[in-house]
């Protein structure tokens, strides 16, 4: 098994005060692999984006230890998050947030403009199998080929993670299944380690491991001795 790209220790969110707080993470310890897929399955208000987004760099943990590669990313001051996600992480998200008035070209260039090493929008578009549209804009593309716009744009930098929130979410199977089949790609071309919260659980079979989180805890973990093709899965 490769090395640990993540270790939480005890990692505990809350939000509010008093009777009505929330405890969306009630103390979670783990390790989650390196250069693996990684699928985190619950239903809603399990912990699942919460815990996302605090290895992500997005949010603070209310107590607990996450290490990111032997950094402490709860030790961290806002800047050096900053910087952590910066250089260390990609996001997808159920929703593309591209700008409607640049190309998809133009739309990579955003991240690549401020990366510390990044390959260029059009070698990012070509992994992702849109050589052929760096010059369409959002609206001339369809809602997988956005899709793909986007995860072009989150691995332009070239991140060792990336993090992937419902990212078939707004999708129909087929075009579902050719983002999933992007994704696969550059876990194995690149090497890039990816989480992948998702409510279809057919994606867990694409899956080196699975976690399964209830009310804020991990309730069940699995590895796949054998893993589904993206093309295979259904949902």
């Not at 001051?77 to 998200?93: E, I, K």
């Not at 989150?154 to 991140?159: D, G």
């Amino acid at each position: 098994m490769s090395e640990a790209v993540f270790r939480t220790e005890e990692l505990r969110k809350i939000y509010g005060e008093g009777p009505g707080a929330v405890h969306a993470l009630a103390g979670v310890t783990l390790a989650m692999q390196s250069g693996e897929i990684t699928v985190l399955l619950g239903p809603s208000g399990s912990g699942k984006s919460t815990f996302l987004n605090i290895l992500g760099g997005l949010d603070h943990a209310t107590s607990g230890r996450v290490h990111f590669r032997g950094q402490e990313l709860t030790a961290m001051s806002d800047r050096a998050l900053t910087r952590y996600r910066r250089d260390h992480v990609g996001f997808v998200f159920q929703f593309y947030n591209l700008v409607p008035s640049l190309t998809a070209r133009e739309n990579v260039a955003l991240v690549t403009e401020v990366a510390r090493d990044p390959m260029p929008p059009e070698e990012a578009l070509e992994r992702v199998g849109l050589a052929a549209r760096l010059d369409h804009f959002p609206a001339e593309l369809s809602g997988g080929e956005q899709q793909r716009v986007a995860i072009a744009r989150a691995i332009a930098k070239r991140p060792e993670v990336l993090m992937c929130d419902e990212p078939t979410g707004a999708l129909d199977v087929r075009t579902g299944v050719q983002v999933l089949q992007t994704l696969d790609a550059i876990n194995s071309e690149m090497g890039t380690t990816l989480v992948v919260i998702t409510h279809n659980a057919g994606i867990q079979a694409m899956a080196h491991e699975v976690i399964h989180f209830r009310d804020g805890q991990v309730s069940e973990r699995s590895r796949n001795e054998s893993r589904a093709r993206p093309d295979t899965i259904e949902w």
